[in-house]
Structure formats: C-alpha cells, structure tokens
C-alpha cells in the first residue's frame, strides 16, 4: 500500500470535548505540591512533579526522541532512575521513520492506568489546544478491523511512584518541515484518561492552568534537521500473533524489484521495534536490485512481536517509475526448528526449495555459518504499486 502523508484531526475514540480539569483546591497556595493526580510528564528535566510548574514549560524530558533508529526494550530502558534523569536529543530528520516513546511517572497513592496520545504541531508560542487534533501522530500498531492506524498507546497498572512508558512507539513515517518559515515543531502529549478529559480551552486563565497546574499534558519543543523525501513509501505491519505455538524462530524478509529501474534508485527499510534479540530490522540506502531480485534481512521473532516496516525509494539519477512497477515484501520462515517440524514441510511440500538457493546465495557473503542452504517457507506478502 501506498502511503500519503496525512494526519486525520484525532481527539480520542468516545472522548467528548470540555474544559481543562478544574483543580478541587482554591488557593494558589494550596495548590503547590507534587502532582497526585495520576501518572505525569515532567515540563523539564529540573522538575520532579510540582505544581505550578516553573518554565521552561516546552522541553518535557518524557517525550523521547529516538530519531531514525528505534529503542531496543524500550519499556524497561526508558524506566530505569539512570534515564528518567537525562533527555534525549531534540531533532527529527525529515523524509524518514522518527520514533518517539512517552514515559510518566505516577504521582497518586494508588496504582493508574492511561491511554497515551501525542500530537506533533507546527511551532507556536502558545498551543492552543483545538489546533492539536489535526497533527495527530499514529502509533506502530494496526487498528483491530485494519482500516487505520492506532494514534494511542497505553501505560497500564502503574504503581505509585513508579515510572513507566507506553506500551506502544510513535511512528512519524515522513515528517516535512513546518510551513511559515519555522524550523521545528512542538509535540504535545496527552495523558488520555477518565480524569483528564481532552481540554476545550476557553480563556488564557484556562491555558495558563492546563500547562502550568496539569502535568498529565506534556509539551516539547523539536527541530527538524535535513533529510531527503522519499519519492515512494510504504508501510506495512510485521506481526507474530501470541498464538502462535512455535517460540523464537529465524525468519528472512525479501524485497524483491517487479518493474522499477533499476538503475539510479535506491532504497531503505526500517522497523519500529527491533527484533527479539535486540538486533535492528533495518536495510540501509541500498542501490535497486534489478528486475525481479531481492535485498533481504534476517530476523528472529518470538510470539507476541508486532511492529510496523517503512521502505523508502528514493529516485537518484534514475528514470521515473512507470505504471505498472511494484515492490514486493515478502516474509519467510526456516522451517528447521526442530527435525519434526522439518519433516513436517517437506511432507507437506511447504519447502521453497528455489527459495532456499536464493536466501543461501544472498547471505553467504556475510553469514557464512550457513554450508548449505536452509529450508524456507512462504508466509505472505505485502507490497507497493505505481499506478
């Protein structure tokens, strides 16, 4: 499938627009103290949760910048003490995949749980809130009916004081610079819960106590550093189900060339998650392979892994693309697991044995604990087509 690049206004799934939480204190004075109404972003790196918060109010540490290459456990690598006191770098790179994760820490008594949403707004001194929803930034999960992405993530049964990050990544596959003449955007996050409905600021009071005296709203300011625009882009999800009874297996993804030139095209493949191992599932800048030949990676996967792959094209010197061309992802499993599993697929004439070769010949360069070649079988494809 083909992807443009447009954010749909997203406001949450049910959520109904009203003003910003109204504090149950009074006083200014009763008011400060650390926040306790549930799981919090940090405004800046010097704050450890009290309210009213103290400026700088746009450079929240918890909104985490990974840039063009994700996180490896980033759950558990994003929640350690070491971490939560440092920040990550402040740039996107435009025209490629930018990963970004959201931590919190939860400041009431008792365990919380929140839905996560992030927005990435063109750059202004004050960010009003109903311009959020239109710059809504999906994550690396598929809608359930397939028809859309995700655009929020989850952090679930938190304990008190502890902290904790999205179960999900924020995928901006193509981010371009902001109109005006700016150079940077602001993301703002969204602690989506029964207690924090989305703000329908009214008045600058209202503003001034949803980024001063809320801190389950987090916002960061990001500049954008130069890249090149794919000249076509896909996406497409890599899912192990739970289900699924073999445990951690070796698969092998295929892009394979059915009609673009060959010549004076590159292309680059990124995933959002590593794969079970910690390795990055990643092709880097490679030339075309010609007509119908493949570039490929190796992978293992467990159960349980989803995960979402971009393919870039960029056109260098090249000719255009013509009707007709397409790209094809292709995902295939060494059935050699186990010596039953093995017999298994040849019984049932499931083994690619041309596959096999091919896989063999393609990675001998680099892999070469392999002496002969694998058995494979196919598990489905995916794919780009000029129209």
């Known amino acids: 499938m083909l992807i443009v690049t447009k954010n749909p206004p997203v406001v949450g799934h049910g959520q109904v627009l009203r ?9 200014a004075a009763a008011l400060s103290g650390t926040y306790d109404k549930g799981i919090y972003l940090r405004p800046n790196l010097n704050s450890d949760g009290t309210v009213p918060a103290r400026s700088p109010l746009s450079a929240s540490p918890d909104i985490w ?43 009431a008594a008792v365990s919380s749980t929140t839905k996560v949403q992030l927005y990435g707004v063109p750059c202004a001194s004050i960010q009003w809130p109903s311009e959020w929803a239109k710059y809504g930034i999906p994550t690396d999960r598929d809608h359930p009916d397939g028809t859309q992405p995700y655009y929020d993530s989850s952090i ?20 371009q610079p902001p109109g005006g003449g700016s150079d ?4 703002i996050t969204w602690m989506n819960n029964a207690g924090n409905p989305f703000p329908d600021v009214f008045t600058q009071l209202d503003m001034s106590a949803l980024i001063t005296n809320n801190l389950q709203f987090g916002w960061r300011n990001v500049s954008m550093q130069s890249g090149r625009s794919p000249t076509r882009q896909m996406s497409s999800q890599l899912i192990i ?37 910690g390795k990055p599932i990643a092709i880097n800048n490679v030339a075309m392979p010609p ?25 260098n010197n090249g000719p255009d693309s013509q009707p007709g061309a397409a790209l094809d992802i292709t995902p295939t499993y ?3 697991g186990t010596p039953r599993e093995l017999q298994e697929a040849l019984d049932r004439g ?23 070649p694998r058995p494979v079988v196919l598990l489905g494809a995916d794919g780009l087509h000029v129209i």
Request: include cysteine; hydrophobic fraction near 35%; charge should be negative.
């Open 156 to 175: 679930v049964s938190l304990a008190s004081s502890s902290i904790g990050v999205a179960s999900d990544t924020f995928v901006w596959s193509n981010p």
């Open 241 to 277: 189900p739970s289900d699924v009874t073999a445990g951690s297996r070796e698969y092998s993804l295929q892009i394979t060339n059915l009609g673009f030139p060959a010549t004076g095209w590159t292309l680059t493949m990124s995933c959002s998650q590593p794969d079970s191992t």
């Open 184 to 187: 940077h955007y602001c993301f």
């Open 350 to 372: 499931l083994v690619d044995f041309a596959m096999s070769h091919a896989l063999h010949r393609a990675y001998a360069a680099t892999e070469v604990a392999d002496i002969r």
């Open 19 to 27: 003003g910003p939480t109204v504090q149950s204190l009074g006083r």
């Open 65 to 107: 910048i990974a840039g063009t290459e994700p996180v490896a456990n980033f759950q558990t690598a994003l929640a350690t003490a070491n971490s939560y006191a440092t920040q990550s770098p402040g740039t996107i790179t435009q025209g490629t995949p930018n990963y970004i994760y959201v931590r919190g820490r939860n400041g």
């Open 334 to 336: 060494y059935a050699d």
């Open 291 to 315: 007509a119908g030949q493949f570039v490929g990676v190796r992978c293992t996967l467990d159960p349980g892994y989803s995960a979402l792959l971009t393919i870039n094209l960029y056109r």
